[in-house]
């Protein structure tokens, strides 16, 4: 069975601070999608990265970055120099395929940002 | 990128009652769409799959006869909670997916059962 935990529940920071959330997964599969999303107040998903299970480079983008780690099953985010719009739910969420079936989400943490 | 909406955004109804909520694709044909359930500071549960013209299924626990799901064309998936409780007040979702491997997520419906 497919599992995503993240750890922190809640986190502030205050603006300007990196601040990096924690997603550990457990999958049977030697392929599989993992993914960051971000829920704002207003509730919509918005999509922030899809990473396959065969490509472990890190990736940048802007402010936010992710570090892959197949060796202890980590998918971590860290958002540098964090602003108060990045407060937000961000889930991390795991699937088995490339057609969206056995979607898994974390339980979320939710990220504070105070001016 | 693909826009997916949903239709209520809020809605509010009594006990007894049943719902339906609208998901749309509309910029792209969605063979499959998937609808979640969130409660209030939790994550999103995956409740059922549906493919285009074929029964939808469901997600353990999750009742069919409950959560009537229909997805009669590409471009459009409806979710009916029937005959409504004030527990099944959540946070419902939707998500489409076309050829690519991506799921695009619609912004949710807020439902309140009094």
């Known amino acids: 069975a497919q599992k995503v935990t993240q750890a922190q529940t809640e986190i502030s920071v205050v603006e300007k601070e990196d601040v990096t959330l924690d997603c550990v997964y457990e999958?049977?599969?030697?392929?599989?999608?993992l993914f960051w999303y971000k829920q704002p107040p207003s509730g919509e998903l918005v999509f922030l990265i899809r990473?396959?299970?065969?490509?472990?480079q890190n990736e940048i983008s802007g402010r936010y970055s992710w570090n892959f780690q197949k060796s202890t099953s980590s998918f971590n985010f860290t958002i540098t120099a964090s602003q108060v719009v990045d407060s937000a739910v961000y889930f991390c969420?795991?699937?088995?395929?490339?057609?969206?079936?056995?979607?898994?989400f974390g339980p979320g943490t939710r990220l504070s940002v105070l001016p | 990128g693909a826009v997916v909406s949903q239709h209520p955004s809020r809605v509010i109804c009594k006990s007894g009652t049943s719902v339906k909520i609208e998901c749309r694709s509309l910029?792209?044909?969605?063979?499959?769409m998937f609808w979640y359930r969130q409660f209030p500071k939790k994550s999103l549960m995956l409740m059922a799959t549906?493919?285009?013209?074929?029964?939808?299924?469901?997600e353990q626990g999750v009742e069919k006869d409950k959560f009537l799901i229909n997805h009669a064309s590409l471009t459009l998936s409806t979710l009916t909670v029937t005959s409504a409780h004030p527990e099944d007040s959540s946070f419902y979702i939707c998500?489409?997916?076309?050829?690519?491997?991506?799921?695009?997520f619609g912004p949710g419906t807020r439902l309140t059962v009094t």
């Open positions: 998500s489409a997916k076309g050829q690519s491997y991506e799921q695009y």
């Open positions: 549906s493919n285009e013209g074929s029964k939808a299924t469901y």
């Open positions: 969420a795991l699937s088995e395929n490339n057609y969206g079936q056995n979607f898994v």
């Open positions: 999958t049977r599969d030697t392929t599989y999608y």
């Open positions: 990473r396959n299970s065969f490509d472990e």
């Open positions: 910029d792209f044909q969605a063979t499959t």
